[in-house]
Every structure is written in C-alpha cells, then in structure tokens.
C-alpha cells in the first residue's frame, strides 16, 4: 500500500502550509479505497489475465489436456522457424506500415485544413464527421466496405452499369481492399491527433514566414510541419499500432486468404484450441509492436530532441 | 541565407497550396465516411441483390432485420452489457479519477498508466487472455464464467474504464483542490462538500465518461468476439457472423440502426463536453 500513500503535500497544496498530520493520513487511507475498486478490476481482468497468458506460451501443448505443463520455448521455436508465420509476421508489418504512411498523407492536409476553417459551426461539423466514425465500431464500416467492394458491390455494379468494365473488377478479398479498409478506419485517429497540434501552434509561424517572403508550400514545410513532429509522430503510432492489431478488417475484407497475426490468435485459441501457441502469436505481436514503437520514438528523440 | 526565397519542392506553385490541401482533406473525408453512407443508402434498396442504380426503395428490410431473433437478442444484450459496463466503471472509475487529480504522488503514474492500460492493450490479446484466465477459474471453481452474461460484463467493464477515468480527470484539470479543502474548512462535511463543491465541477466529464464508456462497450469486437457464448452474443458480432455468409440491404439496415444509436449518443455528448477533448 506505501505506493499509494500521499506524500509530497507542497503541489497539492500550491505551496501553501500542509494541511495537519491527521489530515494526511485520512488522504493516504481514503486514497486507498477510492482507488480499490478500479485497481482490482484491471487486476483481475487484464493484469492476471496477461500473466496467465506468458505462462501458457511457454507451455507444452498437449490437445487432451487443457492443463499447463512444462516450460518449453517449443511454441516461440515454431512460429520463428516456420516460414509460414514469419510470412505472416512480415505481411502484417507491411500492411501496418503502408496503411500508416498513406494515412499521414492524407492525414496532414485533412487536420491542417480543419485547423484552420474560420467558421466554428464548419469546425464543430468537420471534427463530428471524424470522431463519429472513429466510435462506429469496426463491424459496421467493414459491412459498409464489403457493400461498396464486392463483386456485385456498389462500384462493381456502378462502373457495369456505366459501361466502363466488362466484368466486375475482383476487389473484396484482395490485400488492397485490407488497406483502403484499414486506412478508412485509422485515418480518423490521425487526424485528430494532427488537428490538435496544429490548432495549438496556431498561425502566427506561418504568417511570420510568409511575411518574411517564403511561399506557402515553405512556409509548410519549413516551418509548420516541424513544429507539428511530436504530434506528426504520436499520430503515426497510434495508427501503426492499431493496424498491427486489427482484426475485423483483415478477416471480413481480406477473406481467408489473406492471414494476418490477430486473427491467427483467436483461429489457433478457438478453431484450432491451442493455446500456447495462440498466446504466442499475441505476445510476439505485442512484443514486436512495443519494440518498434519504443525504438522509433528514441530514433526520432535522437534527431529532433525531446518528443 | 541568401537563398530562403526558393520554395523547397521546386515543383510546386505557390497557388497550388490551398487546392492541393483542401483537395487532400476531401480526400480524407472521402475514405472515412463513404462505407458509412454506403451502408445507410443501401439499406433502402428495395432489390435484395444489391446492383445499381437500385429499382426503389423501401424500408421492408428494417422489418425484415427486426422479425429476425438473432439481430434483436443481440441488440438487447448489447445494450445491457453497455449499460453494466457503463454502471462499473463509473463507480470503479469516478474515485479514482479523483484521486488522481488531487495532483502528484509517488505512484501515480504508475497507477494512472494501469487504469488507462485497457485502451492500449490490443483488444484481441486482451480478450484470448481473459478468456484463458476465465477456463482457468472455471476449472479451478467449477463455476462457469468464460460464455456468459458475467464473463463478457467483465470485459466490457474493462474496456469502458478508462474512458470514465480519461474523461473525469479531465474534467478536473486544473481545478484547484482548495476549492474543497475551504468548503472542509468552513465546517462542511465532506459528503456535503463532495455534493455542493465537487460533483457540479466534474458532472460534465462524468456525463461524457459515462456516453463514451457506452458507446466503446456497445461497439466492441475484438474483446468480445473469445467471451461470447450460445445465448449471449452481443450485435457487433451478430453483424459480423452475418457479414461471413452474405451481404444484403438487411444487414446494411442493422448496420444503419447501429450508426444512428452510435451519432446519437456523441451528438449529445458533445452538446455537455467538446469531444475533441477527449482524445
């Protein structure tokens, strides 16, 4: 419990004299029990649940017994020497990858666009319009996906019926479609982290540049956008870490075909019941996220300083 | 720095800075809301097979989606899960946020980091994990947990936690802990304090917690999709069980029902608490 106990009184207090002794210590023992319910909750659903899962990828799997036995590294030996995984590993990066590239170029103009609209009812629409479909949910803008993408979808239908295509063009189900769906999905997330930091720098940099003979596009390049690195960079790993994790639009757009790691997880713990190796998957991609995230934040600590 | 004149993408005319960034913004919008409109104007198709441009339209799909068990079972559990979830994590999350927000401590980053951890740990390595951890206290008890209605509200309660601490604590930036501190003072017991000084200060963010930790939990998939069983199976999956097999105006008007739960609810939020604070 002495984590949680309440020292340090000057901040809380803006430097005023502490309050009594008595007082501090009715903060320190209620600051336990306002604390004690939410803690237990993350405890037992994620905390414990997650070390359950390290242990059960070190296990030995054996299909008649869901009981944890041994400690092997049988599981993590498997997925780094069959190709097969690892193809999946890279396939997954790939995507991540892309999908947060093309998300930043789109991502930039449309949060820098908003930033900057004068009027705030066109504001207050344009920010609606990008948090409402960021709380959707992923099940329904997939089903929206597969309508406008299937073969017999909206613009497979639309371009018959205007004469352009003969037969329809086979999108659903390719990787492409897994990322105009990803992007579609993702996009909102950057923008709103862009938007922000652009409203914060506000337009006084520019103006001064632009006063000062650059055009716009330098003033942009020059002076905007590296302002807007920190935010530039939290944006991208938001949607590469989302992109890493996603599921519902790998296996509703991309079809069976086209594996990626999360849906390997819940296939090898549901379809397939093992379990070591489901916990596997989902600690390597944890693991593989953090380790990107981490070693690009301290690459781009290392060029533009503190982040 | 003779030089500072010279654009620096030569290829670029300075008049084709405002068309190129308004252009790129509707792009953007483009990608994020046609599957939305898509799905909502399909929905009104009258031909079952969807083809364009449509014969008519109708609104028999609504009915025909309403007479089928599974999408209304699905609507209803996952309104009481959100409801659940919502109640947990606003009793869970309303002190802790408090605590939180009376300013530094050692500890609290830690703790802080744990409560909001839920959003950051993907959602389908949250759900394998609770779901083993689940088997393995029904094992252990022999109560079954993992496929009911109390299993997946767990889940729920994780996943609409750290919206109620994330908003609550927000609400309370910046507020001075004096504030309660003279009401203690000036012979206030701390209930009344609590009534009179602090709960007017973080309703806003309580009533937006509360919306957002709805919404999360009524939209979630990849948590739910390890803990549901035959009987409890919350809408998004219903949706996506349906998406496997076929695509039809039905579906689309489910989806449309979702959409229009969904932009109610954060229309209304923003009208307590400006939403682009909460991200």
């Known amino acids: ?299 781009l600590q290392k060029r533009y300083g503190v982040l | 720095m003779a030089g500072t004149r010279s654009p620096s993408p030569r290829s670029l005319s300075d008049g084709s800075f405002r068309p190129v960034m308004v252009g790129g913004c509707v792009a953007a919008f483009v990608m994020v809301l046609s599957p939305l409109v898509a799905i909502v104007w399909i929905s009104f198709f009258e031909n079952k097979i969807i083809s364009f441009p449509p014969t008519g339209y109708t609104l028999d799909w609504y009915r025909a989606a309403a007479a089928m068990p599974q999408f209304r079972d699905g609507f209803v559990t996952s309104l009481k899960l959100g409801v659940v979830a919502t109640l947990v994590s606003l009793i869970a999350g309303v002190p802790a946020a408090l605590v939180l927000a009376r300013g530094r401590f050692p500890g609290r980053e830690a703790i802080q980091s744990l409560l909001l951890a839920p959003l950051i740990v993907p959602g389908i390595v949250a759900g394998a994990a609770l779901y083993m951890f689940l088997i393995e206290v029904e094992l252990a008890s022999g109560v079954q947990v993992a496929m009911t209605f109390w299993g997946l509200a767990l889940a729920h309660s994780l996943i609409a936690l750290p919206w109620t601490v994330r908003l609550v604590t927000a609400s309370l930036v910046g507020l001075d802990p004096q504030l309660k501190e003279a009401a203690l003072t000036m012979g206030a017991r701390p209930l009344t304090a609590f009534r009179l000084v602090t709960w007017p200060l973080i309703r806003p963010g309580v009533v937006a917690g509360a919306l957002f930790a709805f919404i999360a939990s009524f939209v979630d998939l990849e948590k739910s999709l390890f803990l549901v069983g035959p009987g409890v199976t919350t809408l998004p999956i219903v949706i996506v069980n349906y998406l496997e097999w076929s695509i039809d105006p039905t579906i689309a008007a489910v989806a449309t029902v979702q959409i229009a739960v969904i932009s109610a609810g954060l229309v209304l939020t923003d009208r307590y608490f400006k939403l682009a604070r909460a991200f």
């Open chain 1, 1 to 299: 419990m002495s984590a949680l106990a309440l020292t340090g009184e000057d901040s809380l207090t803006g430097g005023l004299p502490a309050p009594g002794a008595t007082d501090r210590r009715r903060r320190r023992s209620s600051a336990g029990w306002l604390l004690f319910p939410s803690l237990t909750l993350v405890l037992a659903g994620l905390v414990l649940p997650l070390a359950l899962m390290a242990r059960t990828s070190v296990a030995h799997f054996d299909a008649a017994s869901p009981d944890l036995v041994g400690f092997t590294l049988e599981n993590y030996a498997r997925f780094f020497g069959e190709p097969f995984y690892l193809m999946i590993l890279a396939r997954t990066l790939v995507v991540a990858l892309s999908c947060t590239a093309i998300c930043l170029v789109l991502g930039v103009p449309a949060a820098f666009v908003i930033s900057r609209v004068e009027s705030r009812a066109l504001k207050t629409v344009l920010i609606l319009a990008t948090i409402i479909p960021l709380l959707m949910g992923n099940a329904v803008r997939a089903a929206g996906w597969m309508v406008l993408l299937a073969d017999k979808g909206l613009i497979n239908s639309a371009l018959l019926s205007a004469g352009l295509i003969a037969e329809p063009v086979r999108i659903l189900y390719t990787g492409s479609a897994v990322v105009i769906g990803l992007i579609a999905v993702l996009l909102p997330f950057m923008v709103i982290s862009l938007e922000s930091v652009f409203e914060n720098i506000g337009t006084a940099y520019e103006e001064a540049a632009q006063t000062m003979g650059a055009p716009p596009w330098t003033a942009f390049f020059r002076v905007t956008l590296p302002l807007a690195m920190p935010g530039i960079f939290s944006g991208c790993l938001l949607c590469f870490v989302l992109a890493m994790n996603a599921y519902a639009t790998p296996v509703l757009i991309g079809g069976p075909s086209f594996q990626m790691m999360a849906p390997k997880v819940f296939e090898q713990a549901i379809k397939v019941y093992n379990w070591p190796f489901a916990a596997t998957i989902a600690l390597v991609l944890m693991a593989v996220t953090l380790v990107l995230s981490v070693a690009s934040s301290l690459a």
